[in-house]
């Protein structure tokens, strides 16, 4: 099993800044991947970001464009979502999530067997 656990997130005003972070752990030597993925109220869950371990890569959505960075750590299984520029469209439950089968990770939240209990971002004036 692997645990995830999210923080970082809270409110704040349109153009602000937000960082957070989500830790794994447990397996981690399984996880070929990890992803960001949020849900905004009355919405589907949406992918936002991920990194590949086998590629050493990170994919995005075009609707982020360059809004949006991840980035790890030392540690190799924490790592961080960058958010710059928030709009209010960006306000949503922000998720963590990690896949053991997806070998080079996925877009898709079905390919994704762990997932961290998500933090709050609200986005306002």
């Known amino acids: 099993q692997v645990q995830l656990i999210e923080s970082g997130g809270g409110s704040v005003q349109p153009g602000d800044s937000l960082r957070l972070s989500c830790s794994a752990s447990g397996r981690t030597s399984e996880i070929f991947g990890m992803g960001w993925f949020r849900q905004a109220p009355g919405k589907d869950r949406e992918f936002v970001a991920l990194f590949s371990y086998v590629r050493n890569a990170t994919v995005y959505p075009n609707s982020i464009l360059d809004r949006f960075s991840i980035s790890k750590d030392s540690s190799k299984y924490r790592l961080y979502l960058q958010m710059n520029n928030l709009q209010p469209e960006d306000t949503a439950v922000y998720y963590c999530?990690?896949?053991?089968?997806?070998?080079?990770?996925?877009?898709?939240?079905?390919?994704?067997?762990?997932w961290g209990q998500g933090t709050q971002v609200t986005v306002s004036s």
């Open positions: 999530a990690a896949t053991r089968t997806a070998l080079y990770g996925s877009s898709s939240l079905n390919a994704y067997e762990y």
